[in-house]
């Protein structure tokens, strides 16, 4: 099945400053990539996504990229507000399912 | 549209207690999954169904774990008899075909097992 591996765990950074994750996965067939981000005691909610034909998407203050030789896949948020603190998942589709990355804690500091 | 709806929220039972988890799908939506969130393991499936039907239970821990779809507004995932190490979030989340592959998800079930 598909494994999807996600860094860094967690992330700090200074409001204003920009928030980069990572994620790998293994399945050359997953072709959509969503992120969802995890407010506490809060179900995942979709934030952006991409698919398999597209390299980059991106909305407002938010992007990501697709790499798909490499199988990578990142978001960016750029001028992070403290409302961007949260729990951020990256996933991969593939055979009608999703899997999820292990998570980043992102930490906006005022 | 009110979303994925699950029920109840928040859950304390004995060990030995039977649990079920309540959802209702986004009307429209022809598939609903069920997943597992803990601290150890992340974001598990359980189980999913297409139109009512389960497709894939490979998910499902163990024989104590049971999901139904008795029709396109309602699932149930039964635990019986519950075990601590089942303390978790569940989640349950829809999607339909048609909108490609966009899954939303509930606000879960906080279930807690002593």
């Known amino acids: 099945g598909e494994n999807v591996e996600q860094h860094p765990s967690t992330l700090s950074v200074q409001e204003g400053d920009s928030a980069v994750i990572k994620c790998t996965y293994s399945d050359s067939a997953s072709n959509y990539f969503p992120w969802y981000k995890q407010e506490l005691g809060k179900g995942p909610q979709l934030i952006i996504d991409i698919r398999s034909n597209v390299g980059e998407k991106k909305d407002q203050r938010i992007a990501v990229t697709l790499n798909k030789t490499a199988k990578h896949f990142s978001l960016h948020i750029t001028e992070t507000q403290p409302e961007d603190s949260a729990v951020y998942f990256c996933a991969a589709f593939n055979d009608y399912k999703l899997s999820f990355g292990a998570g980043t804690t992102v930490t906006v500091r005022a | 549209d009110a979303g994925v709806i699950q029920s109840p929220r928040h859950e304390v039972t004995e060990m030995g207690q039977e649990v079920t988890l309540r959802c209702k799908p986004i009307?429209?939506?022809?598939?609903l999954f069920w997943y597992r969130q803990t601290m150890m393991r992340g974001l598990e499936l359980l189980i999913y169904?297409?139109?009512?039907?389960?497709?894939?239970d490979s998910g499902m821990p163990e024989d104590r774990f049971s999901a139904k779809m008795p029709n396109a507004s309602f699932s149930t995932l039964k635990i019986q008899p519950s075990e601590p190490r089942d303390s978790a979030v569940y989640f349950c989340?829809?999607?339909?075909?048609?909108?490609?592959?966009?899954?939303?998800f509930g606000e879960g079930s906080w279930l807690t097992v002593v």
């Open positions: 169904f297409n139109n009512n039907v389960p497709i894939d």
């Open positions: 989340a829809s999607r339909v075909f048609e909108a490609g592959n966009t899954i939303y």
């Open positions: 009307s429209g939506h022809d598939y």
